[in-house]
């Protein structure tokens, strides 16, 4: 136990004196803030540009109804200020009056207006764009005619203008089930969904390069001649949880500080407020850690059967996709379960992200998270348990294959068991 603690330790130790740590901690979350902010910038002119493309406040218009629908040319425009279209006596009046810019928009709603359901719109602008919309004067003038033609209600039901109030009943104690209490139920997977995506990013080949840089260094070789094998993954397989755990607080710390900020400062609306259930964050926090377990005992287990960097990083991408696979099927993780998603909630390199999914579309059973935890950790150990066996095995091999006729065989006497 004394020698793991001291590869814990030298791991961790290594790992924080490097500058490239502390600058990926500090780069990731200052790029993820500006690119929010120009995402947010570039989504506010983007928005601006076409409000703008799409007022017709400063626009002079006209209308021709030759079916006699329209009862007044009236409208709200996009400034929320009324206007009004004038009428003209003829189509052509209306076209000739564009081309010698009387009007900058002409209406013409022909006879047979409801068969043909359509309305001719002209404009001669000065400059001609994509997002250009004409429509919006008359959509609203044909929608006050219509409210006038028929009954408010029944306009609000054609709409779709009708609100709906659901109220859920649990299965328990018949309790109302309100959406504060929904919120709450998924705040603890969607959280350590998201943690468990930072630290496959973030940490997710430092593991497998660390273990071949050191078997191709013959670092390895000096390694087994004083510790045993189980020692040595065990050590590294925490003390990567451990960086990856500080790196994350890193990443979420400041995060958690703005949010405080924000809300002292009212920059969020009044009714905009997260209510966390403490038992649920504390539950899903045990299933991070044991699913991080997993992930990086399978990390490790790429590491030590690659020879060379180039096969790790294929291996590595193989094991990203089976981990990632429910993603694929997320339909299928979002309704009532199926074989499907039961496989993909057992299947232990995709388990956990299934599982965490399936708890935040509400359709995963209590029992099943617990059977699952205890599935993943069994699954960690016994890989962590077959890394070091392995590595007894194939810690000199430089070859450009993979044998594993030879590494399922008898381990070299020199190494320590």
Same mark, same amino acid.
């Given at each position: 136990?004394n020698?793991?603690?001291?590869?814990i330790?030298?791991?961790i130790?290594?790992?924080?004196k490097?500058p490239?740590?502390?600058?990926?901690a500090?780069?990731?979350?200052?790029?993820?803030? $500006?690119?929010?902010?120009?995402?947010?910038?570039?989504?506010?002119?983007?928005?601006?540009?076409?409000?703008?493309?799409t007022?017709?406040?400063?626009s002079?218009?006209? @209308?021709?109804?030759?079916?006699?629908?329209?009862?007044?040319?009236?409208?709200?425009?996009?400034s929320?200020?009324?206007?009004?279209?004038?009428?003209?006596?003829?189509?052509?009046?209306?076209?000739?009056?564009?081309?010698?810019?009387t009007?900058d928009?002409?209406?013409?709603?022909?006879?047979?207006?409801?068969?043909?359901?359509?309305?001719?719109?002209?404009?001669?602008?000065?400059?001609?764009?994509?997002?250009?919309?004409?429509?919006?004067?008359?959509?609203?003038?044909?929608?006050?005619?219509?409210?006038? /033609?028929?009954?408010q209600?029944?306009?609000?039901? !054609?709409?779709?203008?009708?609100?709906?109030?659901?109220?859920?009943?649990?299965?328990?104690? /018949?309790?109302?089930?309100?959406?504060?209490?929904?919120?709450?139920? !998924?705040?603890?997977?969607?959280?350590g969904?998201?943690?468990?995506?930072i $630290?496959?990013?973030?940490?997710g080949?430092r593991?497998?390069?660390?273990?071949?840089?050191?078997?191709?260094?013959?670092?390895?070789?000096?390694?087994?001649?004083?510790?045993?094998p189980?020692?040595?993954?065990?050590?590294?397989?925490?003390?990567?949880m451990?960086?990856?755990?500080?790196?994350?607080?890193?990443?979420?710390l400041?995060?958690?500080? $703005?949010?405080?900020?924000?809300?002292?400062?009212? @920059?969020?609306?009044? /009714?905009?407020?997260?209510?966390?259930?403490?038992?649920?964050?504390?539950?899903?926090?045990?299933?991070?850690?044991?699913?991080?377990?997993?992930?990086?005992?399978?990390?490790?287990?790429?590491?030590?059967?690659?020879?060379?960097?180039?096969?790790?990083?294929?291996?590595s991408s193989?094991?990203?996709?089976?981990?990632?696979?429910p993603?694929?099927?997320?339909?299928a993780?979002?309704?009532?379960?199926?074989?499907?998603?039961?496989?993909?909630?057992?299947?232990?390199?995709?388990?956990p992200?299934?599982?965490?999914?399936?708890?935040?579309?509400?359709?995963?059973q209590?029992?099943?998270?617990?059977?699952?935890l205890?599935?993943?950790?069994?699954?960690?150990?016994?890989?962590?348990?077959?890394d070091?066996? @392995?590595?007894r095995?194939n810690?000199?091999?430089?070859?450009?294959?993979?044998?594993?006729k030879? $590494?399922?065989?008898?381990p070299?006497?020199?190494?320590?068991?």
């Open positions: 136990m020698k793991t603690l001291e590869v330790r030298f791991e130790m290594r790992s924080l490097k490239s740590f502390w600058i990926a500090i780069l990731i979350p200052v790029g993820f803030a $500006l690119y929010i902010a120009f995402a947010g910038f570039v989504g506010y002119n983007a928005e601006e540009t076409i409000s703008s493309a007022d017709t406040s400063d002079k218009l006209a @209308i021709y109804d030759e079916s006699g629908y329209i009862k007044t040319p009236e409208f709200v425009n996009a929320g200020e009324r206007q009004s279209a004038e009428l003209v006596t003829s189509k052509d009046e209306g076209i000739e009056k564009v081309k010698d810019k009007y928009i002409f209406y013409y709603l022909p006879s047979d207006f409801a068969e043909a359901k359509k309305v001719e719109i002209y404009t001669k602008p000065e400059k001609s764009s994509l997002i250009s919309d004409y429509s919006s004067p008359i959509r609203s003038i044909l929608n006050m005619t219509a409210l006038q /033609n028929v009954d209600v029944d306009y609000l039901v !054609i709409t779709g203008a009708i609100n709906y109030d659901t109220t859920t009943y649990d299965n328990k104690d /018949n309790h109302v089930i309100d959406n504060g209490e929904r919120i709450r139920s !998924i705040v603890g997977p969607a959280i969904l998201a943690c468990f995506y $630290l496959m990013i973030v940490l080949q593991l497998t390069a660390a273990m071949v840089e050191e078997k191709e260094n013959r670092i390895s070789e000096l390694i087994l001649t004083s510790l045993k189980a020692q040595l993954m065990l050590g590294k397989v925490v003390s990567l451990v960086v990856g755990i500080i790196q994350l607080l890193v990443l979420v400041p995060v958690l500080a $703005l949010y405080k900020i924000a809300q002292g400062a009212s @920059i969020f609306p009044d /009714n905009f407020n997260i209510s966390l259930d403490v038992l649920s964050i504390l539950q899903y926090l045990l299933f991070l850690i044991v699913s991080y377990f997993l992930f990086t005992a399978m990390s490790l287990f790429v590491g030590v059967i690659s020879p060379t960097a180039k096969d790790a990083n294929s291996y193989f094991m990203v996709i089976m981990v990632i696979l993603i694929f099927f997320i339909s993780l979002m309704v009532e379960p199926t074989a499907l998603s039961y496989f993909l909630s057992y299947f232990p390199p995709s388990a992200i299934a599982i965490m999914l399936r708890a935040v579309f509400g359709n995963l209590a029992w099943e998270f617990w059977v699952a205890a599935e993943i950790a069994i699954i960690g150990a016994l890989v962590v348990k077959l070091s066996h @392995i590595f095995k810690a000199i091999e430089f070859t450009s294959k993979i044998n594993f030879k $590494l399922l065989g008898t070299r006497k020199s190494w320590k068991k």
